[in-house]
């Protein structure tokens, strides 16, 4: 007898604009090193709130665009700062920056 396949999906429900994860969550759900996260700060990808890495707290938003821009390096072989350009160029085409 042939087992069903069974698929199991995690989801998480955020409320739009609250600050829901610390650095190591996000790092965790972004599964990027620390360092990687650090230079999408720096490119202006993300934007956390806090003073430092140890006090950083990161939005759902945040977490798109990270998740955005890495797959946008990845698959068009741009750097860091291409993809920070290219992410923020989608959400104006799209109307979310205003």
Not at 9 to 18: C, M, P
Not at 21 to 39: M, N, R, S
Not at 61 to 88: C, H, K, T
Request: proline share 4%; with cysteine.
């Amino acid at each position: 007898m042939v087992s069903p396949l069974i698929t199991v999906i995690e989801a998480e429900l955020l409320e739009e604009g609250a600050f829901c994860f610390d650095f190591p969550h996000f790092c965790t759900l972004l599964h990027c090193a620390e360092g990687e996260a650090v230079q999408l700060v720096r490119y202006g990808v993300i934007h956390p709130e806090g003073s430092g890495p140890q006090h950083w707290r990161f939005r759902s938003l945040d977490l798109y665009r990270a998740r955005l821009s890495r797959r946008l390096s990845r698959d068009l072989e741009i750097d860091m700062a291409g993809a920070a350009l290219a992410v923020d160029l989608l959400e104006r085409l799209r109307g979310w920056n205003g």
